[in-house]
């Protein structure tokens, strides 16, 4: 069983940024991947980013050079670095972290990039 807490979102202009951060409390095995989605009104949830336990990244396009993953094994958490924020980068982040076969989903955090 896996408990993630986001925290991080907010109000921020566009230009700005932001830092999210998801904690995850683990009992037993080693977390697996962990990543971020988004979900804006009215739309599905939507891939963001995602880091193996080893540190290998991966982007979805809209957000590479922009958007930095990164991730604290000790602490097993797991943060966004988020540049250069967009009106369309607008949404609920969440965040997930993979353990045992199983893919574990926070509650998300809101984002909000406007003027």
């Known amino acids: 069983q896996v408990q993630l807490v986001e925290s991080g979102g907010g109000l921020v202009q566009p230009g700005g940024s932001l830092r999210l951060s998801c904690v995850a409390s683990?009992?037993?095995?080693?977390?697996?991947?962990m990543g971020w989605y988004r979900q804006a009104p009215g739309k599905q949830r939507d891939y963001v980013a995602r880091i193996t336990s080893g540190g290998s990244t991966n982007y979805e396009v809209s957000v590479k050079g922009r958007f930095t993953i990164s991730r604290d094994n000790a602490k097993n958490t797991v943060y966004l670095q988020m540049n250069s924020l967009k009106p369309e980068d607008t949404a609920v982040y969440y965040c997930?972290?993979?353990?045992?076969?199983?893919?574990?989903w926070g509650q998300g955090t809101q984002v909000t990039v406007s003027s």
């Open positions: 683990e009992s037993g095995g080693s977390i697996g991947a």
């Open positions: 997930y972290a993979d353990l045992l076969r199983r893919t574990y």
